[in-house]
């Protein structure tokens, strides 16, 4: 199967849901990501959004190849993503590119803006990625993947609907997350604990959740046509 996980951000894809595309690997499938931002604002440290931009891709980059993962990148800009005809053209590609049979996206009621608009634009193109006279580069496909919703910073306001045990891949999946470098000082400005802590308190609150060690959870879109299929969940 062709996985494909999309994110706002980068590092969203390691927080979120990282531990399913890893235990997705295992089992031989293609994994891909796409990112609707660069986080172009996401750190003090740089001069300037372009070289925040080049530093979080990189390090994208390294994160995906744990998982394996090829990548592609949207660079809209980050805390400012709008729900354009744009923006919605650049996601139907990106769908179209990776073929996929499953979606991993954000959550369209995240409390973060561009969580939010990124999982918005995901469940409300889902019916124009067979259309040929759909606005797009990429030709249609004729798959109807199931899409799920990974969880929320910390949970907030997210209730799973089925879980994924990633106990057996959760230190791969720290290791991926390691790699975005750039995120530990800048989430030290506005949280209270460490970006691995906050991983291992929320992964390990949702595997006490499921009757595991370590998990992460899902919520399922469902529209006519695009219902979603549990059993591709690995």
């Not at 800048?186 to 009757?211: C, N, P, S």
Request: glycine share 8%.
């Amino acid at each position: 199967m062709n996985i494909l996980a999309i994110g706002a951000h980068p590092d969203d894809i390691e927080v979120f849901c990282a531990g399913t595309l890893l235990k997705y690997k295992q089992q031989g499938h293609n994994i891909f990501i796409a990112l609707t931002t660069s986080g172009n604002i996401g750190s003090n440290e740089y001069a300037s959004r372009e070289e925040i931009a080049l530093a979080r891709e990189n390090e994208q980059l390294e994160a995906a190849k744990i998982m394996g993962a090829q990548v592609k990148f949207l660079r809209f800009d980050d805390q400012g993503l709008q729900d354009t005809p744009e923006t919605r053209r650049a996601v139907i590609n990106a769908i179209r590119w990776a073929n996929p049979d499953v979606i991993l996206a954000n959550y369209p009621e995240d409390p973060s803006t561009d969580h939010a608009v990124t999982g918005k634009i995901v469940s409300e193109v889902m019916l124009s990625i067979p259309g040929k006279l759909i606005p797009a580069d990429e030709p249609p496909i004729a798959k109807n993947p199931s899409l799920f919703y990974y969880g929320t910073p910390v949970g907030i306001g997210f209730l799973p609907e089925v879980y994924v045990d990633i106990t057996d891949v959760y230190e791969l999946k720290k290791e991926a997350l390691t790699k975005h470098t750039s995120q530990f000082n800048w989430m030290d400005v506005y949280q209270t604990h460490g970006l691995l802590d906050i991983l291992e308190i929320t992964d390990k609150f949702r595997g006490l959740q499921a009757g595991f060690i370590y998990a992460e959870g899902y919520r399922a879109f469902r529209l006519h046509g695009y219902m979603p299929n549990f059993k591709l969940l690995p």
